[in-house]
């Protein structure tokens, strides 16, 4: 069974509405740059979160912080399309850890990589980026973050193996800054000590956007969308790779 369930199952009409309102990556990010505030555990936020989403993740950083050691399973890291996802539904046999946060970035797992590398999972899922893509950040901004976590979650956690996934499509004016870091990810993948899983062919359109029938905003997976996804992942989740 799941060790921590995410605080939703599935993306209702109702919960789209609530995450656009507070988390659509399209805004701006903090004008407060420089000012690092911290969660109630003492645990630094990146600066760059509009207010809503700074008060969102603290509340999940407190509760990441009283998440009782892993000691092996699964942990999956990344913004909303983790923290979203009903692990505990989708793989009901395997130990797993829900470390997603919504809105967050590769600036703001950076932050938090000493609360995840306590654990010390099996395997470790990394999805993470697509915000970066929303706040304006360039290509390079997004592989060099993802490099720096991938290299710090190698160091500190020797036996874990870590899967980076694909950015899932979303928009047509992603499709190719997403195809050329996607291309980036799986090269780097034999250096960087990570096995690099595509999970785009069951989730992207012709054109290579999200599928509408996957997802409620062209952006986060329905519970169709995330089926999609776990049959994509599952290999790796369940050691059958």
């Not at 805004?27 to 969102?56: D, L």
């Not at 983790?82 to 046999?93: A, C, K, N, R």
């Amino acid at each position: 069974m799941s060790a921590f369930r995410p605080v939703l199952s599935h993306v209702t009409l109702k919960g789209v509405a609530l995450l656009l309102a507070l988390f659509l990556v399209s805004c701006e990010p903090a004008e407060q740059k420089g000012q690092v505030e911290t969660s109630s555990h003492g645990i630094e936020m990146w600066e760059g979160y509009t207010p809503h989403m700074r008060n969102h993740v603290s509340g999940r950083l407190d509760e990441l912080a009283k998440f009782p050691v892993m000691g092996g399973g699964v942990l999956f890291l990344g913004d909303s399309l983790t923290e979203f996802m009903d692990l505990e539904g989708l793989f009901p046999d395997t130990p797993t850890g829900n470390f997603g946060i919504a809105g967050d970035t590769t600036d703001g797992v950076l932050t938090r990589l000493e609360q995840v590398t306590r654990h010390r999972p099996d395997r470790l899922i990394l999805l993470i980026g697509t915000n970066d893509y929303g706040f304006g950040f360039s290509n390079q901004h997004i592989l060099d973050n993802i490099a720096d976590i991938t290299d710090t979650i190698t160091a500190e956690m020797p036996d874990t193996q870590v899967y980076v996934l694909s950015l899932l499509p979303r928009g047509l004016d992603a499709v190719a800054d997403f195809a050329e870091i996607n291309s980036a990810l799986a090269r780097r993948a034999e250096a960087g000590g990570y096995i690099y899983v595509d999970v785009r062919e069951g989730l992207a359109d012709a054109a290579g956007m999200l599928k509408p029938a996957l997802t409620m905003d062209g952006l986060h997976l329905n519970a169709q969308g995330y089926g999609v996804l776990a049959d994509a992942i599952r290999p790796y989740v369940t050691g059958a790779d």
